[in-house]
Structures are given as C-alpha cells and as structure tokens.
C-alpha cells in the first residue's frame, strides 16, 4: 500500500496523560497536513510541513500540541496532558510541491480521552 | 457565516437514482473546489478537484462550480449502495489552507 498510513488506528488514554501519533506521508510528497475531525465535523486544519519546516500552526494548536518532522519523511503529533475535549480523529494528509488542492488523507487515529 | 456551508443530511435516495449534492461558499477569492468522500471511521478520499467555474466528470461522478452564486454541486449517476457515505465539499482559501463543509450524509437504498 503506498497510501498514506497513521499508526496507531485507535488510541484510548486518561486525561493528563501525553500520547504521540505517528504519519508516514505518500513516499515523493513533500508536504505533510495535520488536521483534526470531530463528530458532525469538516477536518479542520492544524499545521503542515514542508519538507522538515512546519511552516504553519493554527491557533486552534494549543500549547500543549507538538509536531514534527524531522528529516522530511514520517511525522508525529504529540499532545502532552490530554484533555477530554482532545477526543477526536486525528487526520494527516500529503500533497506534492504546489497541488495543496489534491491531498491525500491516511485513515486517521481516533483518540478518545476517558 | 461559515466560508464553505453544507447541508448535513442525512439524505437518502433509491439505487440508481441520480444524486446531488451542494455546498455554498462565502469567499468569492475561492478558486479550487474539492470533493471527498468519507466512509464511517475512515479517513477522507479525494474524489475530484475543479478550478474556477465549469464542469469536471470522472466516471459516475460530475461536479459543478457555479462561481457566480458561489455554488458547488457533485452529481452521482447510476448510484449504487457503495456510494453510501459522507460527501465533503471543501475549498482553498488565499492561504493555501483547505476549507471543508460539515459533510451530508448519504444513504443509497438498495
């Protein structure tokens, strides 16, 4: 499969503790997109990359959220301290060169904090 | 007002009925328009992407872009119970970032 993957599928974790997600973007793109998607919702966008450069945070990116990328390849998100309100799909996506309109979304990782 | 509005459904139709599905948006800025499909607990698949107005098909499905009203619509021929699924609409803002809409629901009746 030379889709876009995320590791893990599903995550279940307590409030306060830290998780990380893992993307492995579609192997010649150089873009990479985090978004997340809750119930009733449209993915809304959260930061990208551009080769090893996060070149973007949304100000719904709390603190508390960390991304990288760190030779341009795989990505993770981290989020220390979980909050119940983090609960939600975490979707990554890629794209080549300047085609921000044609992305590619991997199956996500629902999180779900109890 | 949301940049990209979309009717959540659910909407549901007979097999091989023709569908429409539609979105408005608010920026008229707007050039690319994009259509995904997403399956229960999947992730999005793009299905097509036009750029400014005019028509674009691919197979059973066709979308439309109406720049004039700021009108999206996808139509799907011949539909089948496969097709049963979230259909998002999205567009790309002056910052590069994807738009999506809230997704309707469709539900194909075998």
């Known amino acids: 499969d030379t889709g876009v993957s995320q590791d893990p599928r599903h995550k279940i974790t307590k409030r306060g503790q830290n998780v990380t997600f893992r993307c492995d973007p579609i192997?010649?793109?150089?873009?990479l997109y985090w978004y997340r998607q809750t119930l009733g919702q449209g993915p809304e966008f959260l930061t990208y990359?551009?080769?090893?450069?996060?070149?973007?945070k949304s100000r719904l990116l709390s603190d508390r959220f960390s991304a990288e990328r760190p030779k341009g390849s795989f990505s993770t998100l981290e989020i220390q301290r979980t909050e119940q309100g983090d609960s939600a799909m975490y979707l990554c996506?890629?794209?080549?060169?300047?085609?921000?309109?044609?992305?590619?979304f991997g199956p996500g990782t629902r999180l779900t904090v109890t | 007002q949301k940049e990209v509005e979309q009717d959540p459904g659910p909407l549901s139709v007979p097999e091989g009925a023709i569908v429409s599905l539609n979105c408005t948006y608010s920026?008229?800025?707007?050039?690319?328009f994009m259509w995904y499909r997403q399956y229960s607990r999947k992730g999005p698949e793009l299905l097509m992407y036009?750029?400014?107005?005019g028509n674009k098909e691919d197979g059973r499905f066709t979308a439309q872009v109406d720049k004039s009203s700021k009108y999206i619509s996808l139509f799907i021929r011949d539909s089948q119970p496969s097709d049963s699924a979230t259909y998002l609409c999205?567009?790309?803002?002056?910052?590069?970032?994807?738009?999506f809409g809230k997704g309707t629901r469709l539900h194909i009746l075998p």
């Open positions: 996506a890629s794209s080549l060169g300047g085609a921000v309109y044609e992305q590619y």
């Open positions: 192997s010649e793109h150089n873009r």
């Open positions: 990359f551009q080769n090893e450069a996060q070149l973007e």
């Open positions: 920026n008229s800025a707007f050039q690319y």
């Open positions: 036009t750029y400014s107005s």
């Open positions: 999205a567009s790309l803002n002056r910052d590069d970032k994807i738009i």
